[in-house]
C-alpha cells in the first residue's frame, strides 16, 4: 500500500470508516460510537472505545458532602451512553452517512486531505443532555473536540473529559503540565515543567479514590512496550502523543476506570493492573479540604452540569 | 494497703501510691556517666515479659502477682507493645461514640442519670479485658543500695503495680509516666514485678479520642537508681529583654535525699563554654539560682533553635559530687499585645500540623527513627509547629522539638467527645466535683513533667471535651503555675458562657474561611487560630488559598495546625493477595467503627509523603 503521500485514504466499510494516514490508521466504527482501532507505531492503542467520562471514583469528601448522593446519575452516564448520531464529512464537506448501501458508490481509491466524524451521545440522566465528539483526522493527527451541552436541571459533574482505554499497561508517562497531583483548588504548589513518571501510580489513598489528575497541561505521552497481539514476540516501546489544541487540559493515566476504583474499599481488592486508562479532562472538581464529612468543595471549584464544557486536544502522531 | 479493683469504677481515685510528677530532667551519677551521655543510674525493662490475657477480672490467673504464683505458662510479650497487636482482643477503631457502644449501657457515675452506676461498672462487666504481665529481673549493679523508682512512660489505661507480692500502687492517665518508689520492696536479685493493665476504667470517659482504642504497656518501663542526695525536680525559667536581648535565667530545685548542707553548682554553658554560674545553699530540700546572662542572648526560634545548656552539679555535705545534672535551654517570650500573639516581639504564625504518634507496624508504638523522620519531614515541608494531639507523646518528641525549633502546643490527654456530641445532654468532666480532680491531674502531670520544654508556647486543656467548671479551673491552674505560656482549648466555642475563664485565644476547628472572616471582622476579642483544619482525609487539603490570605489579611490570624499529620492506618498480611497491606478500622471485625476516617495525614501510614504536601510546603513557605 503507498502510504508515501500526504493523502488520508478511505476505506468506506460496511460497519466502519478506515482512515490510513502516513504514520497511522484509525478505524471509526458506527457500532462502537467512537474510534474503535488506532495502529501506531506497529501498536494497537484502543482497548474499547473512547468515550467522554463524567465520572471520577469519589473521594473521602465527596462523600463527606453527600456529593455522591446529588450527583450519583453521573456514575450511570459514564457506564452506559447511548450513541444517537453519526456525522461525517470529507475535506470540509459533509456527506452522506457511508453504510450500507451508501457505502457500494465507493471504490477504494478514494482520498482525503481530512475526514471528520461526529458522534452524539446522549445521556442517561434526567433530563438527558448530549456530548458531541468530533474525530478530525489530518495526514498526522487526529484533532479531538468533545462538547458537553449544560442542560438545566442537571446536577454538578464529578469530571468532563475523553477516557481513553488502552490494551496494555503503559510503562510510564511524560507530560508538561504542574508538578505532582493537582487539583483546580490544589494546585498553587504545583511547578510547571516536563516530568516523566515510571508506570502508572495509583496514589495509595486507603480507600481507592480519584486520583493522579495533573491540571493545566500542554501535553502528555503514553509510553507502551506490550501488546495483545500474538503475533508479536518482542517488547519495543512505543509513545503515543496527546497535546492541547487550544486550552490546557488536565488528564490522570492510570490503570483503573473510575468505576473499578469506585467498587474497592481497599488497594488490594482491584484487578491487577493491565490496561492504560488515560482521561483528558476539560472540566474537572476541585478535591475540598475544609472537612470531610460536611462541607462541600469551594464554588469556584464546582463543574455545573447546566453549563456547556468543552475538552480539545489532538493525537499527533 | 491493698489494691482495690473498684478504683477502676471511680473517677474520683486515679492515683494511688505515685510519685508526684515531675520534670523530665536527665541526671547522672558523676562525670564520667554524663560525659559519655549514658546513665548508668537508668536500667531499661523493655524487652520480653511473661502475660497472660483475660476478657475480665474474674477470668484473670487469680493472686498473679504474688511471689509465689508459677507464671511458667504465661505466654511472652514485648514491651513496649499493644496487647491487641500482640494478638490479644480485638483491633477496635472508633471515633467519637464511646467503645462499648451498642454492647453495654454505661453511662457515667455521679452525672445524675437513671443509667449511672459506679460499683463493677468496669471492674465487674463481662467484657473489660485485663492484660497481666510478669517479669523477674535482677537490679542492675549501679542501682544497688539505692533508692529506686519505676517509671512507666505510656501504659493504656489504668494499671496495678506489685513488687515481690507488694502493692506498690495503681495509675490512670496513659500518655503521662507513672512513676512509683521501689525502694522499700526491692531487692537486689530476685524481683518479681507484676502489671496488671486494664482496658476499661473510669478513664475511657476521658480518653475518648479519635483513634484506635488500644490497652497496654506501650511505651518503655525505666527503672532510676537515685544518688544519695538528688534532684527530684528541676525548674528553669528563662526571661529575656526583647529590646537589649538582657536574658536571666531563674533555676529552681526540689531535692531529696541526703540534703542537709548539701551545695548546687549552677553553669550556664553557650556551645560546650562556661558563661555564668551561681553556687547555692539548699535550704528545706529546696535550691534557688538567678542568674543574669553576661552578654546579649541569642533568640530561641524556628530557623534558629539556640539552645543553652544549664550544668547543675549536687555536692553532699562532705563535699561529694553525687549528680550532674544537664537540661538544655532556650530564650523565647511569647505574649498576647493588642489583641495578637507575639513571639519573640513579631506576631507569630503557626504553620502547624497535629501530630499522632502513629506507626503502620506498631500503632502508637513508635521508634527514634519515625520521630527523627517527622521532624525531617517538617522540615522540608516549612511546618514549624506540631499540636501534640490529643495527649503528651513520648518525652523525646519535646526534646526533638526544643533542638529543632519547632512550636509546641502541648496538649493534654483529655477528649469526652461522645459525652457530648449529640447535645450536651450530658457531659464529663462538665462540672461535676467527682471528675475534677482527675482532670486537673492530667493538666498538672503534663506541666510538671513538660515545663522546662522551650519549644511548648501552648498548653492545651485537650481536645473536644465541651466546658464547664473542670475545664475552667484547669485553665486558671496553667495560669497561675506558668505565666510564660499561654492557654489554648477550643472546645469552649460550644459553651461560650465560659470564654471569659477558658483559653487565651479564640481557637476553631473546621471553620469556613467566611466564619473566620466574621469573626475577625465582628467579634476579635482574642487572637484567632485553627487548632484544626484543612482535613487531609484520602485525596484533599483543597481551598488551602482561601485561609492563606486570611493569614495575609488579618493580624489577629494566626494560621493553625492542618489536620492532621500521618495516617492511622496498621500493615496487615492479605491472605488473598500474600501482599502486606494497609488496613483502617472495620478491617478487624470490630464495630462500632468509623472505618477509614482515622486515615487524613499528610504523610501515608508508611511515611511516604502524599501529593498534597506540595501544596502544604508552597503556602506554608510563603510564611516561612
Known sequence: MDCTTEKLRIVYGDATLGVIAPKFRVIFSYRTGGIESLRYDGKEWVYRTPRPTFWRAMTDNDRGCRFHLRSGCWLGADMFLDCTGKRVSIDGKAIALPEPPENNKYTGDETAETVAITYTHTTQTVPATTVAVTYTVTADRIAVHAHFCGKAGLPELPVFGMRFVMPTMATGFDYEGLSGETYPDRKCGGVHGVYHVDGLPVTPYVVPQECGMHMDTDWVAVTRDSVQDNAVHTRTPSTLRFVRDGEKFAFSCLPYTAEEMENATHHEELPPARRTVLCINGAVRGVGGIDSWHTDVEPPYHVSAEQDHDVRFAIVF | ?624
Open chain 2, 1 to 624: 494497703m491493698q489494691a482495690n479493683m473498684k478504683w477502676l469504677d471511680d473517677p474520683r481515685v486515679f492515683r494511688v501510691g505515685q510519685l508526684d510528677a515531675h520534670s523530665d530532667h536527665s541526671f547522672f551519677a558523676g562525670e564520667t556517666d554524663y560525659a559519655a551521655g549514658s546513665s548508668a543510674l537508668c536500667q531499661c525493662l523493655d524487652g520480653k515479659w511473661r502475660f497472660a490475657y483475660a476478657v475480665n477480672l474474674a477470668a484473670r490467673p487469680a493472686g498473679f502477682y504474688k511471689p509465689d504464683f508459677d507464671f511458667s505458662h504465661f505466654d511472652e510479650i514485648d514491651v513496649p507493645c499493644h496487647i491487641e497487636m500482640a494478638g490479644y482482643d480485638t483491633i477496635h477503631y472508633t471515633n467519637v461514640l464511646y467503645p462499648w457502644e451498642g454492647k453495654q449501657y454505661v453511662r457515667p457515675p455521679f452525672s445524675g442519670l437513671p443509667g449511672a452506676k459506679m460499683d463493677g461498672m468496669f471492674s465487674e462487666a463481662e467484657y473489660s479485658p485485663v492484660g497481666c504481665y510478669v517479669l523477674p529481673f535482677d537490679l542492675a549493679p549501679a542501682l544497688r543500695g539505692k533508692r529506686v523508682t519505676i517509671r512507666f512512660e505510656g501504659v493504656e489505661q489504668a494499671m496495678f503495680l506489685w513488687l515481690n507480692g507488694q502493692f506498690i500502687g495503681y495509675a490512670e492517665d496513659t500518655f503521662t509516666p507513672s512513676e512509683f518508689d521501689l525502694t522499700d520492696a526491692i531487692r537486689e536479685t530476685g524481683n518479681v514485678l507484676a502489671v496488671q493493665v486494664h482496658k476499661r476504667s473510669s478513664a475511657a470517659f476521658l480518653e475518648d479520642q479519635d483513634f484506635f482504642r488500644f490497652f497496654g504497656i506501650f511505651r518503655s518501663v525505666k527503672l532510676f537508681g537515685l544518688p544519695r542526695l538528688h534532684a527530684d525536680d528541676l525548674h528553669v525559667v528563662p526571661d529575656v529583654n526583647l529590646d537589649t536581648l538582657a536574658g536571666r535565667v531563674s533555676v529552681s530545685l526540689k531535692l531529696s535525699g541526703e540534703t542537709d548542707g548539701a551545695k548546687a553548682d549552677v553553669r550556664v554553658l553557650d556551645g560546650g563554654k562556661c558563661v555564668a554560674s551561681a553556687a547555692c545553699g539548699v535550704a528545706d530540700g529546696c535550691a534557688r539560682a538567678d542568674i543574669a546572662m553576661p552578654e546579649a542572648v541569642t533568640l530561641w526560634e524556628n530557623h534558629n533553635p539556640k539552645l543553652y545548656t544549664l550544668e547543675i552539679r549536687l555536692y553532699s555535705k562532705d563535699g561529694v559530687l553525687t549528680e550532674v545534672v544537664p537540661q538544655r535551654f532556650g530564650f523565647r517570650k511569647i505574649e498576647i499585645a493588642g489583641g495578637i500573639i507575639k513571639f519573640n516581639g513579631k506576631r507569630l504564625i503557626l504553620n502547624g500540623v497535629n501530630r499522632h504518634e502513629w506507626s503502620m507496624r506498631g500503632g502508637r508504638v513508635i521508634s527514634d527513627a519515625d520521630e527523627i523522620w517527622d521532624i525531617e519531614c517538617f522540615k522540608r515541608n516549612h511546618i514549624n509547629a506540631v499540636r501534640t494531639c490529643h495527649y503528651p507523646d513520648r518525652l523525646s518528641w519535646y526534646r526533638r522539638c526544643d533542638e529543632a525549633g519547632i512550636y509546641m502546643m502541648a496538649e493534654v490527654n483529655l477528649e469526652t467527645h461522645g459525652s457530648w456530641f449529640s447535645g450536651p445532654v450530658w457531659n464529663v468532666p462538665g462540672s461535676f466535683p467527682e471528675w475534677e480532680a482527675a482532670v486537673l491531674d492530667r493538666a498538672k502531670t503534663q506541666y510538671e513533667t513538660l515545663k522546662n520544654h522551650t519549644a511548648i508556647l501552648f498548653w492545651s486543656l485537650g481536645n473536644e471535651s465541651y466546658a464547664g467548671e473542670a475545664l475552667a479551673k484547669m485553665n486558671a491552674y496553667y495560669k497561675a503555675a506558668d505565666p510564660t505560656r499561654l492557654v489554648h482549648y477550643e472546645g469552649v466555642a460550644n459553651a461560650p458562657q465560659y470564654k471569659d475563664r477558658i483559653s487565651d485565644v479564640e481557637s476553631r476547628m473546621y471553620a469556613t474561611p467566611e466564619d473566620i472572616r466574621r469573626y475577625l471582622t465582628e467579634e476579635a476579642k482574642k487572637p484567632y487560630l485553627l487548632c484544626e483544619y484543612m482535613h487531609c482525609m484520602g485525596n484533599s487539603l483543597g481551598g488551602f488559598d482561601s485561609y492563606h490570605k486570611l493569614v495575609d489579611e488579618f493580624p489577629a490570624m494566626h494560621g493553625g495546625f492542618i489536620w492532621d499529620y500521618i495516617d492511622q492506618a496498621l500493615l496487615v498480611h492479605d491472605e488473598a493477595t500474600g501482599r502486606d497491606v494497609l488496613r483502617y478500622g472495620g478491617d478487624f471485625d470490630d464495630r462500632s467503627s468509623e472505618y477509614e476516617f482515622s486515615c487524613n495525614g499528610i504523610v501515608f501510614a508508611d511515611r511516604t509523603e502524599k501529593p498534597a504536601i506540595q501544596e502544604v510546603r508552597y503556602f506554608y513557605g510563603l510564611h516561612d
